[in-house]
């Protein structure tokens, strides 16, 4: 099998032997992922000259019906779906409904976003001011849709999700969308996308998919489009780099990598609800997508008087973790998603052993139920315990992207919230604790570092949503390492796709834009 690109309204295949992806489970090869001979400009012009005006033409409710139409088609193919994500990612049957069902979840939000915007085709912000001493020359707020196309470039963990959350805004904003999911585990986005072409559902140009290195497709990016990253803050900073993004300047935004973290409060002990939900959250920390999520918990910040309860709650949990093929009846945790993440997890750990113990795992699993130990990407959920966590920096800076967290006492509420900032920008923090004092001060002092957090006591119990999963309604990302980036969040996403400009003119012809636009307040 080799994937093809879906450009200029067309499937195309690369022209060159391209690069083999596999099944993690057994490193048996799957097929080959090529976009040799793309013109990613041409793409991208197709995308915004065809697909951009046919977009603008329709109102948010049409565009939410189309969102709509994408994600019934999507769910009439899930059991398709479900079965590449185990065979390339090597997820069970949860991981890739969180990846498959949380794409046509986030389809369907947008798709009610866009009914509730209703037939217009701008956003008018509430509240006008007055800029004359009489009442005849105000300002208010207008969001139009930008000319340009949205080029998303995503990581490999999220093949589904990540690529139709961003497509989902782009498309409600009315913007074109061409998506460039990454090589390894393209085969699942690659075919979600040619069942959508085919159901018929979009306007040409669109979208567009390009499975490969995407040659082009940087440089032919210009000031109205928008390029959304996904990855490693590595790949963020030479993309950031390059000569158009820093001459053309189209709108950039980056969702990379974090050293999350979790706070324990003061006030749980062993037996307490808190206390529990905790470690039950860490251990699926460790086993959904074999800890490969951007916003899992790294770092565990416990009371020092706790540490040891925390280690031993939590290690025999994660030794009973059934780890294998997904195929087999009982396994709970799959391999990573290939050979290559397999080698940067372990060269990660041995980073981690400078400034940490580890407490269980550290290598390969002692045994696996089906699989192939040597050829699969397996490897062992791994606690380790951090001594001297303000020594340390390897803890703090190191995200190894796995089943891999590391303990980490704190003294007091400062030196808590002082821990959980040395992450230096993350994406998600969450805090288990029934001593409100201590949960609204930490919050108030950790929030700068954080893009989300998850406060969580005995009200709120297991009706939590999960510290990992991101969720349509609010903002995903998070400031410093974590990109400074922000997706999602509601109606609050589509300002990345469309231009907010201040209007001034006389009371009356601001009311006429007001009668024409949704209002909202993005
Ligand atoms: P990656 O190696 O940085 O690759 C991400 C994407 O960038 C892939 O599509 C890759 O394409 C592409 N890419 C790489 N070099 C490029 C270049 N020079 N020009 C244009 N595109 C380029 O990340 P990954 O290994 O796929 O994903 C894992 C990382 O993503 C983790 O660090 C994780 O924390 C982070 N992540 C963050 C979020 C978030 O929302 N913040 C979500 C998921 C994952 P190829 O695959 O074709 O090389």
Redesign the pocket.
């Known amino acids: 099998m080799k994937l093809e690109s879906y450009v200029e309204g067309r499937w195309h295949a690369g022209s060159g032997a391209g690069r083999p992806f596999a099944d993690p489970v057994n490193g048996e090869l799957l097929g080959h992922v090529d976009g040799t001979g793309i013109d990613g400009a041409a793409a991208l012009a197709y995308a915004r000259d065809v697909g951009g005006p046919a977009l603008r033409a329709l109102t948010f409710a049409e565009r939410g019906a189309l969102i709509r139409a994408i994600a019934d088609t999507l769910g009439a193919n899930r059991d398709a779906y479900m079965e590449i994500a185990r065979r390339n990612s090597g997820n069970t049957a949860f991981d890739a409904s969180v990846d498959i069902d949380g794409a046509i979840a986030t389809l369907k939000v947008y798709a009610r976003y866009g009914k509730e915007l209703g037939d217009t085709h701008s956003i008018m912000e509430q509240g006008t001011v007055q800029l004359a001493k009489e009442d005849v020359f105000r300002a208010g707020h207008i969001w139009t849709t930008r000319p340009g196309a949205g080029l998303h470039?995503?990581?490999?963990?999220?093949p589904a999700w990540?690529v139709w959350e961003k497509i989902a805004v782009s498309l409600l904003a009315g913007v074109p969308a061409l998506s460039?999911?990454?090589?390894?585990t393209a085969w699942l986005s690659c075919q979600m996308v040619r069942d959508v072409v085919e159901a018929g559902v979009l306007p040409n140009g669109a979208i567009s998919l390009v499975c490969?290195?995407?040659d082009g497709l940087?440089e032919g990016l210009t000031a109205f489009d928008g390029l959304a990253?996904?990855?490693?803050a590595?790949?963020a900073h030479?993309?950031r780099r390059h000569p158009n993004i820093l001459i053309a300047a189209p709108r950039f935004n980056v969702?990379?990598?974090?050293v999350n973290g979790t706070i324990l409060g003061p006030d749980a002990r062993p037996g307490d609800a808190v206390f529990d939900l905790l470690v039950r959250e860490l251990v699926s920390a460790f086993s959904v997508k074999a800890g490969q999520m951007?916003t899992n918990i790294r770092r565990i910040m416990v009371p020092a008087e706790r540490l040891k309860d925390v280690r031993e709650a939590v290690a025999a949990k994660l030794d009973n973790i059934v780890i294998g093929d997904p195929a087999v009846e009982g396994v709970r945790m799959g391999p990573l998603v290939s050979k290559s993440q397999q080698k940067s997890a372990f060269d990660g750990l041995e980073r981690l052993k400078s400034d940490a113990r580890v407490i269980t795992g550290g290598g390969l699993p002692e045994r696996i139920q089906g699989g192939d130990l040597d050829k699969g990407c397996f490897v062992a959920p791994t606690l380790l315990e951090c001594g001297d966590p303000d020594g340390a920096r390897a803890v703090h800076e190191i995200?190894v992207?796995g089943p891999v967290a590391t303990l980490i006492p704190y003294r007091d509420q400062a030196h808590a919230i002082a821990l959980a900032n040395r992450g230096g920008g993350s994406?998600a923090i969450s805090l288990f604790s029934n001593d409100a004092d201590f949960a609204a001060q930490t919050a108030v002092g950790i929030a700068p570092s954080h893009g989300r957090l998850m406060v969580v006591d005995e009200s709120v119990g297991k009706n939590h949503t999960g510290h990992q999963y991101a969720l349509a309604h609010c903002v995903?990302?998070g400031p410093g390492r974590?990109?400074d980036g922000e997706e999602l969040g509601g109606l609050r996403g589509l300002r990345f796709y469309m231009q907010r400009s201040a209007v001034q003119g006389s009371p009356a012809l601001l009311e006429r834009l007001a009668g024409n636009a949704a209002p909202a307040c993005l």
């Open positions: 470039i995503n990581a490999f963990n999220f990540g460039k999911p990454a090589s390894a490969g290195n995407g940087l990253f996904t990855g490693s590595a790949t030479t993309l969702e990379a990598d974090s951007c995200e992207f994406l995903h990302g974590a990109g």
